[in-house]
């Protein structure tokens, strides 16, 4: 009985053939791991540049400053590996954010403020969610509509700022669990369960592996029997329900909602999750690499506060760092992906 | 290779079809047909294409909703509505299209919807077990966690059976699937489907391997334009009477020429390639192809064919050796530069890299010409619709299918839309790449057929296939294919199937 083997034909085993098996077996991660490689350099080369860089008390603050966005970038990676795009979360995290805060202040109860806030976050992502799914609107095109009615409705709650002075919301962020020099908030523990939950559920269920099926190639895994529509639908949702979680954890963190947050923020997003070693083309990407990806954006941020430069070398950096991570991409995934 | 009669017929059917009606926009698809599959049989369905093999299948398997008629599985009457119901009520597809999902491993794709779960979580290690188990019951040695995507089509083909058969699968629907499959795996797969038989598993073999099929089935069912021409015993047909149903003709002979004398090819080749090598699979080859000359390729899957013609048509690029046309010395740097100099190719994926579905037929044809011509020098619309129709004419199309999407066109007619985009930019040599994969046997002959009188017109042609049959009777002379390298070229009427399999066979394949 012949056997039908992975060997090549010529059977020296060296060093460039070996690397080539590896990163083929472990093609997926190769940009994540790019973005751990340039998150360790970030690191280094600020502690060298400024020596007082690593400290607990930067690291901590590294996490609390960023956790909405990271809250918004486990959503967001659901969404972009189903090879779809959501670009209204900024503008349903400013939404949910200005209607809590709304609420607080008219008296509602808080029991009853924060869910409302989660589920008018998942209203609109599953608005979207069937927009895409049943009325064939582009991705794109239905987040877009999503971002215009979650600004609209901010603007309908309120014009400006509204203060929020409901003891249990600014528990939230005032509260600091200490580890030595090390602190947490609880927004930033709920941050870091939202991560942790997202990258469990892509990983070790059904539905998470649904999501990846779809990005794979939605027609064959609709013909392997899988419930397509539902697990893209639910991907919008899922979104939809991290803005309004952001929209939480952004109004306990400035102590206010406010109509205008969140302007442009969804690119914000978007370019974490691809730093992170999302395929924009759906089907391959980490939880985890989007967690290191607004890590990398959090330290380039600090680094530009650190040097007291203008925060629009911000902005300069991220777009170059983007093209240099998706011109990465292109190379892993054209060299691993053969067709005989 | 087995018939059955008497007994079976005692047994009930599993699959039954009774006065199944479907329409398709404003075709009749299958028209009032009767079809049955008993449990432990390899059944085959053959015919032409736009017979309504697909649309029977798709009938089964849930994908398309009979309008009229009754399908039945087991004795109790059904209705699906998606391809899961028909899943989950037994019958699985294997695809001729490799429908499993290249971004995840081996062992997901093949548990996919059916993971083994611990907690509400998949079970990883117990999930790779599983995969590991089926795959060593098919012999083959894949590992269940790299990616889908880093193997070849071959493999992942045999990854998409092992995965149709590891649920409790009562009927086997196999679509060409061993389009993609060398000998040995071919041989392999019908091992499996001996041991599914063994079992009472009913199996839906649709091949256009007339061999193969001989080989394999219990039972033939023959569809010709949608309706039901019989169901008959292999024992009891001979190919030509299975190809006549088929075709409800006498099938087309096929007009073989006078051989080219190869004596003085060297000299007189048009094309000549020496040493030619390239990373992506081709070493040291030398060619040389004379005008009017078909030059077969025979080798296994992998051994270089596909690699040796995107090499001469500029597609790949050349790490080392030399080629020229007429004598000169040209560096074929880009399929551009390939088909200004005459040679053009046929990619044997069609659909990826030829065809452009969603636009016409006449847009098809005559795409090439107007991307030589340029921007500036359109061709005009009514000198386009001549140029086609008259390329229509030619090959057998039909004028109506003209301003059709020619993603909706059968294999064969696909394949003759390819060749009269090549022709219309009237090219010297001509490299066709599996041209006749997945067409029916009466298009098959007919595209032989074609290349044989461009031949006798002086176009020189490079027919590469995986059918060594074909090959030898298309060809002049055939070279040779193994691990990369050209063992030999040899005039075609020296040669026989064996001895040519000999020649191919990889020296450490040699035990069967």
Not at chain 1, 136 to 154: C, D, K, M, W, Y
Not at chain 2, 209 to 235: H, K, M, N, S, W
Not at chain 2, 419 to 446: F, Q, Y
Not at chain 2, 497 to 512: G, I, K, N, R, T
Request: glycine share 10%; proline share 3%.
């Amino acid at each position: 009985m012949t056997t039908m083997t992975e060997t090549t034909s010529a059977d020296k085993p060296s060093v460039a053939q070996g690397l080539s098996a590896f990163t083929t077996r472990h093609a997926s991660w190769l940009p994540t791991f790019a973005a751990v490689v340039i998150l360790v350099v970030l690191l280094a080369g600020a502690q060298i540049r400024f020596g007082n860089f690593i400290t607990p008390g930067n690291m901590s603050a590294l996490l609390l400053d960023n956790a909405f966005l990271m809250v918004l970038a486990v959503g967001m990676t659901f969404v972009i590996l189903t090879a779809g795009i959501d670009l209204s979360v900024g503008s349903v995290m400013a939404f949910t954010g200005i209607l809590g805060a709304s609420m607080l202040a008219s008296g509602v109860p808080t029991i009853v403020v924060i869910p409302t806030m989660l589920l008018s976050g998942a209203a609109i992502g599953l608005l979207i969610g069937v927009l895409v799914q049943y009325f064939n609107v582009q991705p794109f095109i239905a987040s877009l509509a999503g971002l215009f009615l979650g600004r609209g409705l901010a603007y309908v709650v309120s014009l400006s700022s509204i203060r929020v002075e409901d003891p249990a919301v600014l528990w939230l962020q005032g509260t600091r669990l200490r580890m030595g020099d090390w602190y947490i908030t609880p927004t930033g523990i709920l941050a870091l369960v939202v991560v942790i939950v997202g990258a469990l559920v892509l990983q070790f269920t059904r539905f998470g592996r649904t999501i990846y099926a779809v990005g794979g190639s939605e027609s064959s895994a609709r013909l392997m029997g899988l419930n397509v529509s539902r697990a893209k639908v639910l991907a919008y949702l899922i979104s939809g329900l991290c803005g309004g979680l952001a929209g939480l954890i952004l109004t306990a963190f400035s102590g206010a909602g406010y109509p205008r947050n969140g302007i442009g923020t969804e690119l914000d997003v978007i370019a974490v999750v691809v730093i992170g070693g999302t395929l924009l083309t759906g089907g391959r990407g980490y939880v985890l690499g989007s967690l290191i990806g607004v890590f990398v954006f959090g330290v380039i941020k600090a680094i530009i506060s650190f040097m007291g430069a203008e925060q629009s070398w911000m902005q300069i950096i991220v777009g170059a760092l983007l093209l240099l991570f998706i011109v990465v991409q292109r190379a892993i995934v054209s060299r691993t992906s053969r067709t005989g | 290779m087995e018939g059955h009669n008497g007994p079976m017929d005692e047994v009930r059917p599993l699959v039954e079809l009774n006065r199944a009606t479907v329409q398709l926009g404003t075709t009749l698809a299958l028209d009032d047909v009767d079809f049955r599959m008993f449990p432990g049989e390899v059944h085959s369905l053959m015919g032409e294409n736009g017979a309504g093999k697909s649309t029977l299948i798709k009938a089964i398997t849930g994908v398309i909703p009979l309008q009229a008629g009754t399908l039945k599985l087991g004795g109790e009457t059904m209705r699906f509505s998606s391809p899961h119901d028909a899943q989950r009520a037994g019958i699985s597809t294997v695809y001729q299209e490799i429908n499993l999902l290249p971004n995840l491993t081996v062992a997901e794709n093949i548990r996919l919807g059916r993971e083994p779960r611990r907690w509400g979580v998949i079970d990883g290690p117990r999930m790779r077990a599983e995969a590991k188990a089926v795959l060593d019951d098919l012999g083959l040695d894949i590992d269940p966690a790299s990616l889908l995507g880093s193997h070849a089509v071959a493999v992942q083909q045999l990854v998409a059976i092992a995965r149709a058969i590891s649920v409790d699968v009562r009927v086997l629907v196999l679509d060409e699937p061993t389009s993609s499959l060398d000998l040995d795996e071919v041989g392999e797969l019908f091992r499996v489907i001996r041991e599914l038989k063994e079992r009472g598993v009913a199996i839906l073999f649709v091949s256009h391997f007339l061999d193969q099929v001989y080989e394999i089935c219990d039972r033939i069912t023959v569809l010709r334009d949608g309706a039901l021409v019989g169901e008959y015993l292999p024992t009891d047909l001979l190919r030509i009477e299975l190809v006549q149903k088929m075709l409800g003709r006498a099938a087309p002979e096929y007009a073989s020429r006078d051989a080219l004398e190869s004596a003085d090819a060297v000299e007189d080749s048009y094309l000549s390639a020496r040493g030619v090598t390239s990373a992506t699979g081709i070493i040291e080859a030398n060619v040389d192809l004379a005008e009017g000359e078909v030059l077969g390729v025979a080798g296994l899957l992998g051994s270089g064919r596909t690699a040796l013609a995107r090499v001469l048509t500029g597609i790949d690029r050349l790490d080392a050796g030399s080629i020229r046309i007429e004598g000169k010395p040209v560096r074929l740097d880009s399929p551009r530069k390939a088909l200004s100099l005459g040679v053009v190719y046929s990619s044997e994926n069609r659909r990826a890299e030829g065809l452009l579905g969603d636009l016409s037929v006449l847009d098809n044809i005559t795409l090439a010409l107007q991307a030589q011509r340029g921007a500036f020098r359109r061709i005009k619309p009514e000198r386009q619709r001549e140029l086609a129709a008259s390329w229509a004419d030619a090959l057998a199309l039909k004028h109506t299918d003209l301003d059709r999407p020619v993603g909706t066109l059968s294999g064969g007619n696909q394949q003759k839309v390819m060749l009269a985009r090549l022709l219309a930019l009237s090219p010297r040599v001509l490299v066709l790449d599996e041209p006749t994969r997945g067409i029916d046997v009466g298009a098959k002959v007919e595209i032989q057929n074609m290349v044989s009188e461009l031949a006798t017109n002086g176009l020189s042609v490079v027919f590469i296939s995986a059918e060594l049959e074909e090959v030898l009777r298309v060809s002049d002379r055939v070279a040779i294919l193994r691990d990369a390298r050209i063992v030999d070229t040899v005039t075609s009427g020296t040669l026989t199937v064996e001895s040519v399999l000999a020649l191919v066979a990889h020296p450490a394949s040699s035990e069967a």
